[in-house]
Structures are given as structure tokens and as C-alpha cells.
């Protein structure tokens, strides 16, 4: 099965019901240990009318392999996009806004049995996420390429040390590297004073993946500070686990509006850990 539509603009699901967050207007899943493959999900809109609590969400994918999702719009949902057991799938031109999370990757669950996979070697090219209340870009278990896009003004509405532009964590055997390259961040993170808002970031990783080590890599991006309302990281690594958590940092652009000051406890980039070292290179 695939869904084409006539642009996000033009084709769009709209949400007029009650408030039920943990609904999504458009679920496509198999039961199959097998799953699913070669869908095209493009030029859908996914809407919560004006003047309703925002709350369904929109697309979500449970299942599926070379899976191809391109001009996806997605605007006032709870999440904008759900990926559950998802492999080797690409997504272009994702588009978030006012969502309370934009991207959500669902990670390998704990009761694991043989038709559950972590999701894995998918690829996200020219995405945008604005203005998520609470996240933009979420991602468990499984390797992935962010390329482009931009990722801007998320996580602000978020507890003190929960906002973010994309978090990423690590728990599941099978992964081998996190990749951004070229993306734009801008204002993203609870505001706030920092005590509070200590863990926030731009790119916040948590390394806690107990049988495997892992590269991020972090290549090309802009990380544009607002002010000290934002969060105080751009990249945050913060290890929990004893295997190989290697940052490769390459050719980024640190700048700042607004009278935005680094300093010894408002890092550009962070690393903490409570089991072992992070390896810097």
C-alpha cells in the first residue's frame, strides 16, 4: 500500500475530535514478524483544527523496511512522526511545527520477543522541526544520518532539564554510529535558569548502551546561541555506560545572538560521565 497526495498543503488528515494524544490519525503496522516494505507515504498533511487541544498525533509507522516518507507536514499534533521497529527507511522533507514532539523513534522494548527490532539505518534529509513544545527530534536504539534540515525552537515548554532539539539515547545492541551533517540548530531547550536546565541541549546524547560502542558524529552544523534563556549546551554527551562513547566534532559553526556568553559551566560542548571516560577526538 502507499498514500500520494497532492502536497502536505492540499492533502491533509485534519483532527476535529477530542483530546486523545496518544492517537494517531493515520497508523500503518503489520503483525507479521516480517513486517512491511517498499510503502511511499508523500505530500500528506497532518492537522489538529485551530481552537482544539492539540491533541492527536499524526503519522506513525510500526514495522516497516525501506519504507520511503517524503513532504510530511505535520502541525499542533502531540507527535508529529512515529517510527516503531522501522529499518533502512528515508525521510525527506519531513516538515514539524507547534507539535509537542516532533520526530519520535521508539526504542527496542524491554519485553523484547521475535517480532520486535530496534529501528535502524534510516536516513532524514532536508527535515525541518520548529517551535515542538517539549521536543523536535527524538531517536532510541539504532543508527541513523540527519542530514541538512534544520532543527529549531524546541523543547522550550519542557520541565527543567527535559527540553530539547534532539535527544538521542543509546540502550541496544546493533549500533555503530549517529550521524548529523549540515543541520542548523537555533534556540532549542527549556528556558529558564541554567541549574535547572543543566542537561539541555541542542543535540543531547545519553550513552547508555551496555554491549556496543558508538561514534557521533557531529560534522558541518550551525549552532546558533540565543541568549542564556536557552539551553546552555549545543552538544551534550553525558555517558552511563562502560563501552566506547567516541564525539567526532568536525567543522561546526558556534555563533550567538543576544548577548549569549560561554563559559566553564555553559559549555558549547559537554561530556559527563559516571562510568568511565568520554573519549575525545
Not at 532536508?126 to 542530514?147: K, M, N, V
Request: with cysteine.
Amino acid at each position: 500500500p502507499g498514500i500520494i497526495g497532492n502536497t502536505s498543503g492540499n492533502s491533509a488528515f485534519v483532527w476535529i475530535g477530542v483530546n486523545s494524544p496518544s492517537t494517531f490519525m493515520l497508523t500503518i503496522s503489520s503483525t507479521s514478524t516480517v513486517g512491511f516494505a517498499y510503502v511511499r507515504f508523500e505530500n500528506i498533511g497532518f492537522t489538529c483544527a485551530a481552537g482544539v487541544a492539540q491533541f492527536a498525533s499524526g503519522l506513525q509507522i510500526k514495522r516497516g523496511t525501506w519504507i520511503r516518507t517524503s513532504d510530511i507536514k505535520t502541525l499542533r499534533c502531540n507527535i508529529g512522526v512515529q517510527i516503531i521497529d522501522t529499518l533502512s527507511s528515508t525521510f525527506i522533507n519531513i516538515k514539524s511545527y507547534l507539535d509537542n514532539y516532533g520526530f519520535i523513534s521508539v526504542g527496542y522494548p524491554a519485553s523484547a520477543d521475535a517480532a520486535n527490532r530496534s529501528n535502524n539505518a534510516n536516513t532524514f534529509i532536508g527535515c525541518t522541526i520548529a517551535s515542538s513544545r517539549l521536543g523536535g527530534f527524538s531517536y532510541a536504539d539504532g543508527d541513523f544520518i540527519y542530514e541538512g534540515g534544520s532543527i529549531e525552537g524546541c523543547g522550550q515548554y519542557g520541565s527543567g532539564g527535559s527540553g530539547y532539539g534532539a535527544y538521542v539515547t543509546s540502550n541496544e545492541e546493533g549500533m555503530g554510529a549517529i550521524k548529523f551533517k549540515g543541520v542548523y540548530f537555533e534556540a532549542n531547550g527549556t528556558t529558564g535558569n541554567l541549574g535547572a536546565n543543566a542537561n539541555t541541549a541542542d543535540i543531547w546524547i545519553d550513552h547508555a548502551t551496555v554491549s556496543d560502542n558508538i561514534t557521533y558524529l557531529v560534522e558541518g552544523c550551525t549552532f546558533n546561541r540565543m541568549s542564556a534563556n536557552y539551553s546552555p549546551h549545543c552538544i551534550y554527551v553525558n555517558k552511563t555506560s562502560n563501552t566506547g562513547c567516541n564525539l567526532i566534532e568536525i567543522g561546526n559553526e558556534y555563533t550567538n545572538l543576544a548577548g549569549y556568553t560561554p563559559s566553564a559551566s555553559r559549555k558549547y560542548v559537554r561530556l559527563t560521565s559516571t562510568n568511565g571516560t568520554p573519549t575525545n577526538t
